[in-house]
């Protein structure tokens, strides 16, 4: 349907420039009632037209966040799977190389959640300040798998934790800023609301505070709390908000059009 649609408009757009004057050299006829009459038919039909290009944009917008929500979940369960379950070395670089991608998908549904209220700066910032923090913490996760696999003395082992404790802060980073941006476009949202802008507001400002007092180990080897469960938590409710955001997401794309 919309295929055919835009055909139309093409061979409309075509007619009407054809009859309005000429093509390369070849000069056609100005007849005036043809041209109002064609003018008048290509009018019509863009208005025919419209409903579809716009339900065709309210779909995608809606798959987005649905893809999203599959994004979000599978992300939520990554980060635990590689910090804390002992898994075969294949499996556990796999599910890191997938974290980051999962995360910059499930950000890109929630920019377009939360755009649908009103499209600010900041929900941009946070898909790209977290896309980026996706790729820095697949990065940190398969170098530690790619030398504790490759490097069999202790000693250097250790020595070379400075490449991956690096990466893990810049993660922190990207992480803690991107959910700040996200928390300041929440804060007016009807779907979101206070309670998650100043909950991701406290966690991000957190993350990215006691990861860099505690600079170059993480907080919980210098004897603070570990932020990590935490924001994870945060996200994993973003997510089930998100899915439970669907129906509206319709209702206010239905109420767009109208």
């Not at 290509?42 to 037209?49: A, D, G, H, P, T």
Request: proline share 5%; hydrophobic share 55%; charged share 10%.
């Amino acid at each position: 349907m919309l295929l055919n649609a835009m055909i139309d408009f093409i061979l409309l757009s075509l007619t009407y420039s054809i009859c309005g004057g000429r093509i390369g050299k070849t000069r056609f006829p100005r007849d005036g009632v043809a041209q109002r009459a064609i003018a008048l038919q290509f009018l019509v039909r863009l208005r025919e037209i419209m409903p579809v290009f716009m339900e065709s944009a309210a779909a995608s917008s809606v798959n987005a966040v649905r893809l999203g929500v599959v994004a979000g979940f599978v992300a939520c369960l990554a980060y635990p799977l590689i910090a804390f379950v002992p898994l075969p070395m294949l499996a556990t670089a796999a599910i890191a190389a997938c974290f980051g991608p999962a995360l910059a998908v499930s950000c890109y549904g929630l920019k377009g959640l939360l755009d649908l209220e009103k499209p600010i700066p900041s929900s941009a910032l946070g898909l790209l300040l977290n896309a980026l923090g996706g790729a820095l913490f697949a990065a940190m996760a398969l170098v530690q798998i790619a030398l504790g696999n490759l490097v069999k003395d202790g000693k250097v082992f250790l020595a070379l934790n400075g490449i991956w404790l690096g990466l893990d802060k810049a993660f922190d980073a990207y992480l803690g800023f991107g959910t700040i941006f996200f928390a300041v476009a929440m804060w007016s949202h009807p779907r979101f609301g206070r309670v998650f802008a100043v909950s991701g507001l406290a966690i991000g400002a957190g993350l990215i505070l006691l990861n860099f007092y505690t600079f170059p180990s993480p907080p919980a080897n210098a004897g603070l709390i570990d932020p990590g469960p935490a924001i994870g938590l945060w996200y994993l409710g973003v997510t089930i908000q998100m899915s439970r955001s669907l129906g509206w997401a319709k209702r206010r794309l239905a109420t767009e059009q109208m």
